[in-house]
């Protein structure tokens, strides 16, 4: 995307626009953190509640499932209407939902709480990314992308140790409600500053919510989702109900048909069908979904040998993968500034880093004894720094070619595929790893390495595409004829 393609901004949002990216990064890492922090959280809350294990596995899957299926409808609702107005209902949602499951009673009632935390997560996300994309053009623009991708960094990767402090903080009974009361004073002071220094919308006529193609695309969402999210540790992969994935490729295929109808009648669709000719966004949204199943499994797998196979307590286990935050965070920075100069070339160099990292991974921990943590340090910083260079540049990248009316839509797009490339990763890596534990009487380590080959396999075809699209660039900027 050309920067004459950025709408121009009021002297007010252009003097504002960084008040506003801190206001939407606070945000986003409220979100995020709710997806690792709550991990350390379930054994507390399966005791604090007496939780069977279908409840217990639905206070992670309910709220992935809910971000995952309003994510892209969300990124609609804030291009066609007001973002601002769409940010804030999340974080009020959010917030509100966060307080009942803090004050939960009864199993199902966290379980429901949990649900609409997801939805209000999956109303702020899109919205970061269009709030970015619209206010920031060029190098700037850059580095917007960049603090956003170090927030992801730092929010996965915290998450766990932030959890074993809020844990520890409150006791083995109630510290659990902690992880989730934390988020209430935030989402207040959230909603003040976003009517302070989010932009409102442009007045102008009002365009179509395509509800259709809303609940087609949702439909399709849940089950895909839902075979991904349900099931629990003792489940093998062949006993999920896959036949769902059939009912889900029925469904894309109505929506598309849809879509082309409902576009033939000159309306607003939820999905803008052109973006599938752009390359730069197919690429990188392949490239996102690859790599995001390999990413989050990361963390799952670390923290399971490292809790169940060492001993290590939750808040141990989470400073043990502080390198990797670090790491991260730093590049991601960086990564945003170096974007508009290396382009595609810096999101394969992070995927090279990050692959190295995991081999080492896989070759060492089988051999490693004493202070496994500390001598993990710097592998994982490696796998940090490598996973910065991934995130942020991607998103860049993906979208540097999309319109700024379709920021949104587009970038609600990205972060469902990296919500179900999560799902597909952490159902198989998970799989695997518990199958591997059982099959080896209760070898950890074996289990990890294991577990780290699909993981491996997830992060090397996302390097395959970063590749793809760089010789794509590559070719397109060769001046020289073709014949």
Known sequence: MTDTETPELTPEQRERRWHALAVCLLAGSMTLLDVSIVNVALPSIREGLDAGNGTIQWVVAGYALAFGI??????????????????????????????VCGAAQEPLWIGAARVAQGIGGGLITPQVSGFIQNLFKGPERGRAFGLFGATIGISTAIGPVLGGLL???????????????????????????????????????????????VLLFGAAMFFVLLPLVSGSQDDSLSERPWWLLGVSAVLLVVFVLWERHWTSRSRETLLDLSLVKVRSYVLGLGLGTFYFAGFTSIFIVLTLYLQQGLGYSALEAG????????????????????VERLGRKLVVTGLVLISVALVAVDLVVPHLEGDVGLKLAPILLLAGIGGGLVITPNITLSLDEVEPARAGAGGGLLQTAQRVGSAIGVAIVLALFFERVRSSNGDFAEALSYSLHVTIGFVLVALVLGIADLVRRAREMDPTPKN
């Open 70 to 99: 309003v994510l892209v409808p969300a990124g609609r609702l804030g291009d066609a209407r007001s973002r601002r107005n769409v940010f804030m209902a999340g974080v009020a949602l959010f917030t509100v939902a966060s307080a």
């Open 167 to 213: 844990i520890q903080l409150g006791g083995e009974a109630d510290g659990w409600r902690l992880v989730f009361y934390v988020n209430v004073p935030i989402g207040i002071a959230l909603l003040f500053l976003a009517r302070r220094y989010l932009p409102k919308a442009d007045a102008g006529p009002k365009q179509s919510l395509d509800p259709i193609g």
């Open 319 to 338: 400073a043990a993968q502080l390198p990797f935050a670090v790491g991260s965070a730093t590049s991601a920075f960086l990564g945003g500034r170096l």
